[in-house]
């Protein structure tokens, strides 16, 4: 279960270790040649045309089909929650408006499916992986407020909304998977820590349900963010890309924004729904140390894994950011995780 640090941080570890070993290399996509002449969205015929005949080739270049089989095996439902052991004197005084508020910002999924649709239109992997991604994340606002239904609490259409909004995709396509890795670890580690602070047992089962889902979805992310580097003909761009997403987070989470970080920005100045878990209890202080300890440690890992950089810190990123930019090639001037330093180093400012 996703109950503790070293359970989310397996999960994400056990999920891109089976999914890599499908990762294709250019040469063995048998839909990159058409894309390229392309550029656009792939028609049936060209399809036919492009992918090889045997069902075991396309199962090997596809990373949909893995992410798919994995999401198969540990996908919840609706009905195996718990919904008659709701223990309301479980519940913190203010939980309830901040369950209230998450589930708002979750529904931003529809706006964000359609924008990935639109940008990655000619990527047949990534777009089916879109429809379990899809799929998954609608649940999420649906479990949220299906719990608050049976404690009595109501959201309103106009609620819904307004909480379909949500914010400006980034220029960069590999900047916005990025943005999805570190923004999914942030919501697993939102999720986990809910679980661990909150005693509603119901609530408690939904966050660890919930926390699955988004490690997964951190993983698919970071396998195509992989993808598109190792595809790059600019691959030193995208790492700097890939740092600086890392670095706006880093000093301040809400310019990432997966929709679960967008509470934070929403509750910011309230006080009734910043003491959602109860400060009186100390939840609400245990909640944040532990969210933010998880994430932060897991977006540094993830993203030095997706470069090949050494990165475990903030002032780490800055320090990379500062030496590509300067120098311009990743294998003139970085340093590996193995901790060996390029012969090239940066010349001391006089």
Not at 169 to 183: A, C, E, Q
Not at 197 to 221: C, S, Y
Request: proline letters at 3%.
């Amino acid at each position: 279960m996703l109950d503790n640090g070293r359970g989310f941080e397996r999960t994400l570890l056990n999920h891109a270790g089976r999914v890599s070993l499908l990762t294709s290399t250019p040469a063995q996509s048998p839909f990159r040649d058409a894309e390229r002449r392309i550029g656009g969205t792939l028609s049936v015929e060209t399809i036919a045309n492009t992918v090889v005949d045997e069902r075991r080739g396309i199962l090997e270049a596809l990373l949909h089909y893995e992410l798919f089989g994995v999401a198969e095996r540990v996908r919840w439902r609706m009905e195996d929650i718990p919904w008659a052991s709701l223990d309301r004197s479980k519940l913190s005084e203010n939980l309830p408006g901040l369950v209230r508020q998450i589930a708002l910002a979750e529904l931003t999924t529809y706006a964000a499916t359609r924008r990935f649709l639109q940008e990655f239109s000619a990527d047949i992997d990534f777009t089916q992986w879109m429809s379990v991604w899809f799929y998954e994340e609608t649940k999420h606002p649906h479990v949220l407020i299906r719990w608050l239904h049976d404690l009595g609490e109501t959201l309103s259409s106009t609620e819904v909304v307004r909480g379909r909004i949500t914010a400006p995709f980034m220029k960069s396509r590999f900047g916005m998977l990025v943005t999805n890795v570190i923004s999914e670890v942030h919501a697993s580690a939102t999720y986990v820590a809910l679980a661990r602070t909150t005693e509603e047992p119901v609530l408690k089962q939904i966050a660890r349900n919930l926390a699955g889902d988004e490690a997964r979805h951190a993983t698919g992310f970071f396998v195509y963010a992989r993808r598109a580097l190792e595809r790059s003909s600019k691959p030193d761009e995208d790492r700097l890309e890939a740092l600086k997403v890392l670095h706006m987070w880093l000093n301040e989470n809400g310019q990432v924004q997966h929709p679960v970080n967008t509470v934070r920005l929403r509750t910011s100045g309230n006080d009734e729904l910043v003491g959602g878990l109860s400060a009186a209890d100390g939840l609400a202080d245990r909640h944040a140390a532990l969210q933010q300890r998880l994430a932060r440690r897991r977006a540094l890992r993830l993203v030095a894994s997706l470069t090949g950089f050494e990165l475990n810190g903030a002032e780490q990123v800055v320090e990379r950011i500062r030496t590509l930019t300067r120098f311009g090639s990743t294998s003139a001037v970085m340093s590996r995780r193995d901790g060996s330093m390029a012969a090239a180093q940066p010349e001391k400012e006089t």
